[in-house]
């Protein structure tokens, strides 16, 4: 009797070592395996920067803001019009990007698409006396897709020139938090007035595919859309002397009134 229990007790301890010894082979195969990731991820890379630097990607033009006013007080209306240039090449280029199998504009892959086209976003003037408005202003632009919003809120000041609010999307996949601007021309170049904080659900929008070429610009959605943009109140407006708007401060909407002194 006592030497099956003798045999059992090595059994059981003779066990007990070969368990020990199991969790050596996992983690082995387990660096394998992250190493195997890392070269498949380091591969991938590769071939994403290869098509971004040829371009094997789909691009959406996306809708470019334009207004008309008297930016400069000479009487005369102009035109404002928008445009998202390449840093790279100059040329103007879609705002949106999507990858070639993908039927909609895709965010992260915007963004990866503008780490290589670096866009900057302007307004020209149809006026060459009113110069351009650089509306980009950070070296790092990997994330801006142009205007969501942009708006004629009229002369303020009273010096015979038009005042605009425009907001520029920097990009965020998860975020409606947007800066809006006040800017005027003045002394021979845009100044921007104010900034303040803004949700980017409170204005019109359009779909980002909806525009694929600069054809679709005469789409009927394109009209009704600009209706809308139209239908906009200021959001900048004039009551006696003072300037009122809305802003958030931490995450509470207030109503701003300022002295016009510009």
């Not at 059992?8 to 990731?37: R, S, Y």
């Not at 996306?62 to 400069?72: L, M």
């Not at 019109?204 to 610009?217: F, M, V, W």
Request: proline letters at 3%; glycine letters at 8%; hydrophobic letters at 35%.
């Amino acid at each position: 009797m006592m030497n099956k229990i003798l045999i059992g007790l090595i059994f059981l301890v003779a066990c007990q070592g070969k368990q020990t010894d199991k969790p050596m082979a996992p983690n082995g195969a387990k660096q394998a395996d992250m190493a195997a990731q890392q070269r498949r991820q380091d591969s991938l890379a590769i071939q994403e920067e290869a098509a971004v630097q040829q371009g094997k990607y789909k691009t959406y033009w996306g809708y470019r803001f334009h207004i008309e006013g008297d930016f400069n007080g000479d009487g005369k209306k102009e035109t404002l019009r928008e445009q998202l240039i390449s840093a790279r090449t100059g040329k103007e280029i879609g705002k949106f990007c999507g990858f070639e199998e993908d039927t909609t504009p895709e965010c992260y892959w915007t963004e990866r698409v503008n780490r290589f086209r670096q866009p900057k976003c302007h307004l020209t003037c149809s006026n060459p006396a009113v110069g351009d408005f650089q509306i980009t202003t950070a070296a790092d632009s990997t994330g801006t897709i142009g205007l969501i919003f942009l708006q004629n809120v009229g002369d303020l000041n009273g010096d015979k020139t038009d005042e605009i609010a425009l907001i520029e999307d920097g990009g965020g996949c998860n975020s409606v938090i947007r800066t809006i601007r006040l800017a005027t021309f003045k002394k021979g170049k845009w100044n921007t007035l104010i900034e303040a904080e803004t949700r980017e659900y409170d204005f019109p929008t359009l779909d980002q595919e909806a525009i694929i070429s600069p054809e679709d610009l005469k789409k009927i959605l394109v009209t009704d859309f600009e209706k809308k943009l139209a239908a906009t109140p200021p959001y900048f407006k004039k009551q006696n002397d003072k300037l009122v708007y809305q802003d958030y401060e931490t995450a509470t909407l207030v109503t701003k009134h300022l002295k016009i002194n510009w």
